[in-house]
């Protein structure tokens, strides 16, 4: 069985044979990336705990069934959330501020104020201020990727919320976009795979889960689930997301994958199992993947 999970610089993810995410950086061997992606995994302070979130999968079907665009469970994927808890926290606070700030359907140029755009620097600063954001740039400047802060920070601003075009040559995308708000393309729901915005969606009656094809091998969270959905009318087959971690973590992993192996598969280790991240480069993107792809010590 295969879950898929496209993130939006793009990325797709993988786990035991299961995909998820990947990038270029010859520099960096696929041991190093197992064993910071350990070390990521296990700082993970801010993920939510098995009292402060439940979920309910419900029915799993076949990957031959994903296609019926059929409501197969009857109750909401996610049964409980200490919002209370979880939110409060920066990153989750931060996070929450910038997922309503796009338009969901590609083709339309996105436009931000002042304030959006304030937004995406509070979450790049809170994140990369954990121990995760902390570890991840540690070990890149190690590698001579970067040499400073400033110059890691500024790089992850273009890579994530930097425009490009998925439709009709309008700046209407980002990697943040895709992979956190999600999208809907060509009649379909693209991108998505944030598990907070999921239940944000949920819960206020615009997303409606059919079931699930993939429930990964993680007995805590953070754990990985492929859906099926509807969201207000468009469909998505398969919707692979981590569940329950926290936002660095998340942005922390894809980050790392796609700075290390740009548009290649990735391979992670998380408590001792695997997770792979597929990532794809853009053409029309205004961030230059040439900085990893030629020159990984640049």
């Given at each position: 069985?295969?879950?898929?999970l496209?993130?939006?610089?793009?990325?797709?993810?993988?786990?035991?044979?299961?995909?998820?995410?990947?990038?270029?950086?010859?520099?960096?061997?696929?041991?190093e990336?197992?064993?910071?992606?350990?070390?990521?995994?296990?700082?993970?302070?801010?993920?939510?705990?098995?009292?402060?979130?439940?979920?309910?999968?419900?029915?799993?079907?076949?990957?031959?069934?994903?296609?019926?665009?059929?409501d197969?469970?009857?109750?909401?994927?996610?049964?409980?959330?200490?919002?209370?808890?979880?939110?409060?926290?920066?990153?989750?606070?931060?996070?929450?501020?910038v997922?309503?700030n796009?338009?969901?359907?590609?083709?339309?140029?996105?436009?931000?104020?002042?304030?959006q755009?304030?937004?995406?620097?509070?979450?790049?600063?809170?994140?990369?201020?954990?121990e995760?954001g902390k570890?991840l740039f540690?070990?890149?400047?190690?590698?001579?990727?970067?040499?400073?802060?400033?110059?890691?920070?500024?790089?992850?601003?273009?890579?994530?919320?930097?425009?490009?075009?998925?439709?009709?040559?309008?700046?209407?995308?980002?990697?943040?976009?895709?992979?956190?708000?999600?999208?809907?393309?060509?009649?379909?729901?693209?991108?998505?795979h944030?598990?907070?915005?999921?239940?944000?969606?949920?819960?206020?009656?615009?997303?409606?889960?059919?079931?699930?094809?993939?429930?990964?091998?993680?007995?805590?969270?953070?754990?990985?689930l492929?859906?099926?959905?509807?969201?207000?009318?468009?469909?998505k087959?398969?919707?692979?997301?981590?569940?329950?971690?926290?936002?660095?973590?998340?942005?922390?992993?894809?980050?790392?994958?796609?700075?290390a192996?740009?548009?290649?598969?990735?391979?992670?280790?998380?408590?001792?199992?695997?997770?792979?991240?597929?990532?794809?480069?853009?053409?029309?993107?205004?961030?230059?993947?040439?900085?990893?792809?030629?020159?990984?010590?640049?």
């Amino acid at each position: 069985m295969k879950v898929i999970l496209i993130l939006g610089l793009c990325m797709t993810l993988f786990c035991q044979g299961y995909s998820v995410g990947g990038g270029g950086g010859s520099a960096i061997t696929d041991a190093e990336i197992k064993a910071v992606s350990e070390t990521l995994y296990a700082l993970d302070s801010n993920k939510a705990s098995a009292s402060e979130l439940i979920i309910d999968p419900q029915v799993l079907v076949p990957d031959s069934q994903t296609n019926l665009q059929t409501d197969l469970s009857p109750r909401r994927l996610f049964r409980y959330l200490d919002e209370e808890a979880l939110f409060s926290r920066p990153t989750y606070a931060a996070l929450l501020a910038v997922l309503d700030n796009y338009h969901r359907m590609t083709g339309q140029a996105e436009d931000f104020s002042p304030q959006q755009l304030a937004e995406q620097d509070i979450f790049l600063k809170e994140t990369m201020c954990t121990e995760l954001g902390k570890e991840l740039f540690a070990f890149l400047y190690t590698k001579g990727i970067y040499a400073s802060k400033e110059e890691f920070i500024q790089d992850l601003k273009m890579m994530w919320f930097g425009l490009y075009s998925r439709n009709n040559n309008k700046m209407d995308s980002s990697g943040f976009e895709h992979t956190f708000a999600g999208e809907v393309k060509g009649g379909k729901v693209s991108g998505f795979h944030n598990w907070i915005q999921f239940y944000l969606l949920e819960k206020r009656g615009h997303l409606n889960y059919y079931s699930h094809s993939f429930n990964g091998p993680w007995t805590t969270y953070p754990d990985v689930l492929g859906m099926q959905f509807m969201w207000d009318g468009y469909f998505k087959q398969v919707g692979s997301a981590v569940i329950g971690s926290s936002p660095e973590f998340d942005f922390s992993v894809y980050s790392l994958c796609y700075i290390a192996r740009p548009g290649k598969l990735c391979r992670l280790s998380l408590g001792g199992k695997e997770l792979s991240v597929q990532t794809y480069t853009w053409d029309n993107s205004f961030y230059d993947n040439s900085l990893y792809t030629l020159n990984p010590l640049k």
